[in-house]
Nanobody
Framework: QVNLVESGGGLVHPGGSLRLSCAAS????????IGWFRQAPGKEREGVSC????????YYADSVKGRFTISRDTTKTTVSLQMSSLKSEDTAVYYC?????????WGQGIQVTVSA
């Protein structure tokens, strides 16, 4: 069975940093486009950052550009989202996503709360 497992969320003060990780279980991220999405209370899920599988191109939402960095490790089994200079508006449930062809996988989501 294939799935994604997120970790690294929690409570952080404004201006702080967190690193989210997403581990692939039962498969490798090789050839997959990977991405992070988030959903705040009362809002729709939005794309935060993604990286294409083959060309390695990255995308960041304007709201996180310059503060967040997406990466994948060389073993192709973990992807990460380094988040810095966090703001209260970054508070949300964050989801890892992996897509390749007809395969579209989602993690269970992990809470990130930015509060003083």
């Amino acid at each position: 069975q294939v799935n994604l497992v997120e970790s690294g969320g929690g409570l952080v003060h404004p201006g702080g940093s967190l690193r989210l990780s997403c581990a692939a279980s039962g498969f490798s991220f090789r050839g997959y486009a990977i991405g992070w999405f988030r959903q705040a209370p009362g809002k729709e899920r939005e794309g935060v950052s993604c990286e294409s599988g083959s060309l390695g191109r990255t995308y960041y939402a304007d709201s996180v550009k310059g503060r967040f960095t997406i990466s994948r490790d060389t073993t192709k089994t973990t992807v990460s989202l380094q988040m810095s200079s966090l703001k209260s508006e970054d508070t949300a449930v964050y989801y890892c996503n992996a897509q390749r062809g007809d395969s579209n996988l989602w993690g269970q989501g992990i809470q990130v709360t930015v509060s003083a």
